[in-house]
């Protein structure tokens, strides 16, 4: 099976929670209550739509960034933000 690399930007709203948009994969836009909770909504989303992009016989977009160095990320504390580093 092929593996897909994709920007994941999370958002932290005012109110509360993260708003999570897919830059490849424009038709996704999810929430989740808290940062975690936003990776699991962003990945059941990208898993959903590639699988629907593979049964409609579609292409499934390319990630331009994905074609660099991968980003790893790491926390020290669950309410700050990611440190991102290279692999």
């Known amino acids: 099976m ?6 994941v930007i999370y958002d932290q709203l005012a109110e509360g929670g993260y708003q999570v948009l ?7 836009v999810t ?4 940062l ?3 990776r ?25 960034l994905a074609k660099k160095r991968p980003l790893v ?3 020290s504390r669950s ?3 990611p440190e991102l580093t290279e692999s």
Do not use: N, Q
Not at 2 to 7: K, M, R
Not at 22 to 28: C, K
Not at 31 to 34: D, I, L, S
Not at 43 to 56: Q, S
């Open 36 to 38: 975690e909770e936003a």
């Open 2 to 7: 092929a593996e897909y690399g994709y920007t």
């Open 22 to 28: 897919v830059t490849a994969l424009p038709g996704i």
């Open 79 to 81: 309410d700050e933000w």
């Open 31 to 34: 929430y989740g209550r808290t």
């Open 73 to 75: 990320e790491s926390r």
């Open 40 to 64: 699991e909504m962003a990945r059941d989303a990208i898993v959903c739509h590639i699988r629907g992009l593979i049964k409609d016989g579609e292409e499934i977009p390319e990630e331009p």
